[in-house]
């Protein structure tokens, strides 16, 4: 069975809800951000990404939010359907490092 | 296109042996990274490679070694497998500053 993410942050919500997944960011100076989904077994899945230049970016039923004062990134889900339910992970990306570093991530559960 | 391919799924090592976690990408992507995913502790950055030749260390190198001999194939080696080391690995691939495609992970067990 999927042993990660067994102590991960769990966000429920009931089906047809909007969601809203929260990320603080370390590095201050990270101009590039992206959402993953994580769902059991498989590997992480590119949902939407954001360049410090920007604010908001939307995609199809999801919108990512960058508040650089504070480094964090939101991520809203809108309508929330049982095939949301999975671990949500921001990543930023270190500058001049070509690295891009993990959050610990958040378990998105859907409710019926 | 296959992607980002890992061999093999599954794997229990004792103590002491070494193996290589085998990643091809065929995207023809620059950058290629390793990480490794235990429970609660998200994705870690083991090795990263810009290009083929050059590799870097990434957050908990120690233990384990990379080369980049082809753009396709990043190896991931254990010198000497310890407990610690038992993760689920990904490797991923993507070009500069963009999307990163992840392999499907390695699931390693050290006894």
């Known amino acids: 069975g999927e042993s990660v993410g067994l102590h991960l942050p769990t966000l429920s919500v009931q089906e047809g809800d909007n969601s809203i997944i929260n990320c603080a960011y370390s590095?201050?100076?990270?101009?590039?951000f992206i959402w993953y989904k994580q769902e059991s077994g498989k590997g992480p899945q590119f949902i939407i990404d954001?360049?410090?230049?920007?604010d908001k970016r939307q995609g199809q039923r999801v919108t990512v939010l960058l508040n650089k004062t504070v480094k964090h990134l939101s991520l809203q889900i809108a309508a929330t359907q049982p095939g949301d339910s999975a671990v949500y992970f921001c990543?930023?990306?270190?500058?001049?490092?070509?690295?891009?570093?993990f959050g610990t991530g958040t378990r998105l559960k859907v409710l019926a | 296109n296959a992607g980002v391919t890992q061999t093999p799924k599954f794997q229990v090592l004792k103590t002491g042996q070494s193996m290589t976690l085998q990643c091809a990408q065929d995207m023809n992507h620059e950058y290629m990274s390793w990480y490794r995913q235990d429970p609660g502790m998200g994705l870690r950055l083991i090795h990263y490679s810009v290009g083929a030749g050059i590799t870097d260390q990434g957050e908990v190198p120690n233990g384990y070694n990379v080369s980049r001999s082809t753009t396709e194939d990043f190896p991931l080696r254990l010198l000497s497998a310890a407990p610690s080391q038992t993760s689920v690995y990904f490797c991923?691939?993507?070009?500069?500053?963009?999307?990163?495609?992840f392999g499907p992970g390695t699931r390693l067990t050290v006894t």
């Open positions: 954001i360049r410090s230049n920007m």
């Open positions: 991923a691939s993507r070009e500069r500053q963009n999307e990163q495609y």
């Open positions: 990543a930023e990306n270190w500058p001049g490092t070509y690295k891009y570093i």
């Open positions: 590095n201050s100076a990270s101009d590039y």
